[in-house]
């Protein structure tokens, strides 16, 4: 197996002349931030193609490159179709929440839980901490599958240690991050997501020339293990990790943060039906680039090094070293933004909206810089207990979104399109969608106290249930929620006058 | 089934999803329009009536 040291300079010249690119995007984007709405939105001046490429680029990580390829390796092409349920996790955004929310057009998605379930008799402070809290420790398990694949890499690549691996990685994204901002994120994004579509493409003529055409791959598999490109997943299986993508990315608040930094509502609607054409390519890719490898290196010692393997050994050193971009640049843009999205729920949730209000514009971008310093330190400790959360990169991003599907669909479809929905019933089914996941996970991996078939029930099921229970049932024996939590989502112009206390009469 | 299958049937669904958005997105952009219009007549009877009745 090849590293780095052996594949010319050709090879290392595309990758170090792709990364100056990279870092001038982030100086670019650091001589730009003037304000906090800079750092964290972009000033939302982002059109439709850059929002489109971002949001695919956003959703597609090292969980794509590098767990999705991997997947493909161990199982076949028929994890493709996990791609339908997770598309129609865009349409339930493209219809009910990202126009919705961009028209709200705050900063944060804990803006949105603070401001419509904020009757809790401090201005939505605590529904704005809760929700940041909960955000950051589904994020940290998020950002510790990326340090995983990083290391992998890492180690494939340069044939250092996993640990000095997540250190090179660790570092060089905190950097970036902490100067560039939103904005160097999205540029960086909308190269990045070029870069995975233009290897994917290419990726796939050659090696299935090497292979002998797709008629070679069937002929193979179809000797002894026809499942693998016949349906290794049942559909039962296929919908439980979609419907795990697919809620989350309709709620997720790394998009949303995404979306609060697009131009309008019309170029919300554009850039998403945008993001179906790079990601449609890039499945397709993802799918060949593990089946064709399953054909070419059927013994490797991970499924998570198949993509890297394909850059170093097979591509040649042109492609081989943008493919190789590809995949570091799917780690640094997921990471990157996620740190921004966490960063800003530390920094403009709690710090600016609860420690320190009067906070100036400067001190809140260095807040926002300090938030993504202790985002990137604490997954390198999580990493080390990575086998707790999943173990393969797939497997731990799959508890992340899951966690976050959990604790957020419900209250934010809710909030969006039902005047009922109030404050307790915001926050019980936030907390018990996301507590929901996270016990039974527990349970089923870590304690192993649930019996079959239990067992085989997603954490995702389990807390998008619960979440749904409480916010359909709390409403019923509490009051309705107040005319200044619902005036910026409804019409309240006909709404009966209030008591006293800022909440509408009962029924 | 055989690989090809796979990736012809994942193709078509992709291009449904592609031309759905296209069409929804269209769709509210004609009705956005004809509400916009729908209000400059409005506002423009308001105003003759207005005049009218001074």
């Known amino acids: 197996m090849a590293t780095l040291e052996n594949v010319g300079p050709v090879f290392i010249s595309i990758l170090v002349v792709y990364f100056l690119i990279v870092l001038g995007i982030g100086y670019y984007g650091y001589t730009k931030t003037k304000d906090e709405a800079d750092f964290l939105v972009a000033g939302r001046e982002i059109g439709p193609i850059v929002g489109g490429a971002t949001l695919a680029a956003t959703q597609m990580s090292a969980g794509t490159f590098v767990g999705t390829v991997g997947f493909h390796y161990f199982t076949g092409i028929s994890y493709i179709w996990i791609w339908a349920p997770l598309w129609m996790g865009w349409i339930i955004s493209l219809l009910f929440v990202a126009p919705h929310m961009r028209r709200f057009g705050e900063v944060t998605l804990p803006d949105f839980m603070a401001t419509r379930y904020g009757d809790d008799r401090a201005n939505g402070d605590y529904v704005r901490s809760i929700s940041a809290v909960l955000i950051v420790i589904g994020y940290l398990v998020y950002i510790t599958a990326e340090y995983i694949a990083g290391g992998l890499i890492f180690t494939a690549m340069f044939g250092v240690d996993n640990t000095t691996g997540i250190i090179i990685l660790m570092v060089a994204v905190m950097v970036y991050t902490a100067i560039g901002g939103m904005r160097a994120s999205m540029l960086t994004d909308f190269l990045q997501a070029v870069v995975m579509a233009t290897g994917a493409i290419i990726a796939i003529p050659l090696t299935l020339n090497l292979i002998g055409g797709i008629g070679q791959i069937n002929a193979i598999f179809n000797s002894f293990n026809p499942s693998f490109v016949g349906m290794a997943l049942t559909p039962l299986q296929l919908l439980g990790f979609g419907t795990a993508f697919g809620l989350y990315i309709a709620v997720s608040p790394n998009q949303i943060q995404r979306i609060y930094s697009l131009r309008d509502e019309k170029t919300v609607r554009q850039a998403i039906g945008l993001t179906f054409v790079f990601q449609a390519i890039i499945a397709i890719g993802v799918g060949m680039i593990g089946v064709s490898m399953a054909v070419l290196y059927p013994q490797l010692a991970t499924p998570d090094v198949a993509s890297i393997i394909l850059g170093l050994d097979v591509l040649g050193p042109v492609l081989g070293a943008l493919v190789i971009a590809a995949v570091l640049s799917a780690i640094l843009s997921s990471v990157d933004s996620i740190m921004i999205t966490s960063s800003s729920a530390l920094s403009h949730d709690f710090y600016a909206m609860i420690i320190n209000p009067d906070a100036s514009e400067r001190r809140k971008v260095w807040a926002g810089r300090v938030g993504v310093f202790i985002m990137g330190i604490i997954p390198f400790f999580l990493a080390a207990v990575g086998e707790l959360l999943g173990g393969l990169v797939q497997l731990i991003i799959v508890l992340q979104v899951s966690m976050h599907a959990g604790m957020f669909f419900i209250p934010i479809i809710a909030g969006l399109h039902w005047r009922r929905a109030n404050t307790p019933a915001g926050i019980a089914s936030m907390i018990i969608g996301f507590l929901g996941v996270a016990v039974w996970h527990v349970s089923v991996e870590i304690l192993d106290v649930i019996p079959t078939p239990f067992s085989e029930v997603m954490p995702i099921l389990v807390g998008i249930t619960l979440s749904a229970i409480a916010m359909f049932t709390i409403p019923y024996f509490t009051g309705k929620p107040s005319r200044q939590s619902l005036e910026r989502f409804f019409d309240v112009s006909s709404d009966e006058p209030e008591n006293s206390t800022g909440v509408a009469e009962d029924d | ?54």
Do not use: C, P
């Open chain 2, 1 to 54: 089934m055989a690989l090809e299958t796979h990736l012809l049937g994942f193709s078509a669904v992709a291009i449904g999803f592609i031309a759905f958005a296209y069409a929804w997105s269209k769709y509210v952009e004609k009705n956005e329009q004809a509400d916009k219009q729908t209000e400059e007549t409005m506002s423009v009877t308001e105003t003759d009536e207005s005049r009218g009745e001074s």
